[in-house]
């Protein structure tokens, strides 16, 4: 049984740095052909993926958020991370880290939900001053 975890502070100052880290048990985060992501809800809004990290470390990240996006990981500890610099209020969300099982998620427009077997419990983050 795959379990994801997102940990990280809830509150973070606008100008600084997100960073979040998504703890994996009962899988490997190298194991073929698996992509790790991370995804955010804003308050009353859809999904919307930032990015992901590849079991070969390959990382691929949203147009939008790409200037400001880096996920990296730490095959040791079978976790990976998201930073996320220069936050504003709008980045204010609920954010996910999620298991999908191919790349297709990478060519699509929006969140399949059900092209994620396996989520985390999600983890407020509010940018606020």
């Known amino acids: 049984q795959v379990q994801l975890q997102e940990s990280g502070p809830g509150l973070v100052k606008p100008s600084q740095t997100l960073s979040l880290t998504c703890t994996v048990s009962g899988g490997s985060i190298t194991t073929n052909y698996y992509y790790w992501s991370w995804i955010r809800q804003p308050p009353g809004k859809g999904l919307e993926w930032m990015g992901a990290?590849?079991?070969?470390?390959?990382?691929y990240y949203s147009p939008s958020l790409k200037s400001r996006t880096s996920i990296s990981r730490d095959t040791s500890k079978n976790q990976f991370t998201l930073q996320l610099s220069s936050v504003t209020p709008e980045d204010t969300a609920v954010y996910y880290c999620?298991?999908?099982?191919?790349?297709?998620?990478?060519?699509?427009?929006?969140?399949?939900?059900?092209?994620?077997?396996?989520w985390g419990q999600g983890t407020q983050v509010t940018v606020s001053s």
């Open positions: 999620a298991r999908a099982s191919d790349a297709g998620f990478l060519r699509r427009v929006g969140v399949r939900p059900d092209e994620y077997d396996y």
């Open positions: 990290i590849a079991y070969s470390g390959s990382t």
